[in-house]
């Protein structure tokens, strides 16, 4: 054997080690960029899902509450919901303050957080006059939560069934 042929079959030379390496590196540091590109992205959706699944959840609650409602004002501002109880005792308000971006329920002389980062809720009352006097016949309740740069709307309606 000539001694080219035998040099050519000892191994790598260090060029072609160091080509391999910065093409290894590139290929490691675009698989870095992937992962955290991806953890970013759960991130955002984890945010979101919370913040729309807190929003869903109040607005149920809320509508369990005003379909077996004993009555509610008609009177409140749109922000505000006032009704009584089915049990006719107890009277509560959902309550949304634009300034904090925030929901809450007024009960008992306490304020508890429902959900956050609402940017708007209304709370349109339908009302009717009865034999004395003005009532409630169904509330329309619409609100938008954000996560990030991203808002959802959510609305339901509730018809107040002690009227019925």
Request: charge should be negative.
């Amino acid at each position: 054997m000539s001694d080219r042929t035998t040099r050519s079959l000892a191994g790598f030379t260090i060029a072609e080690m160091l080509i391999a390496l910065a093409v290894m590196g590139l290929l490691l540091t675009a698989v870095a960029f992937a992962f955290n590109a991806s953890i970013i992205n759960y991130r955002q959706n984890e945010d979101i899902f919370k913040s729309i699944n807190s929003a869903r959840q109040s607005l149920h609650r809320m509508t369990t509450q005003l379909r077996t409602a004993e009555a509610v004002d008609p009177n409140t501002a749109n922000n505000v919901c006032s009704f009584i109880l089915a049990d006719g005792s107890t009277c509560i308000a959902y309550r949304f303050e634009p300034g904090e971006s925030k929901l809450y329920l007024d009960s008992g002389g306490s304020a508890y957080l429902m959900c956050e980062n609402v940017t708007a809720m209304a709370f349109t009352k339908n009302t009717a006059t009865g034999e004395h006097d003005l009532y409630v016949e169904s509330v329309q309740i619409s609100m938008t939560v954000y996560s990030g740069n991203v808002s959802h709307t959510i609305s339901a309606t509730a018809v107040v069934r002690r009227n019925l």
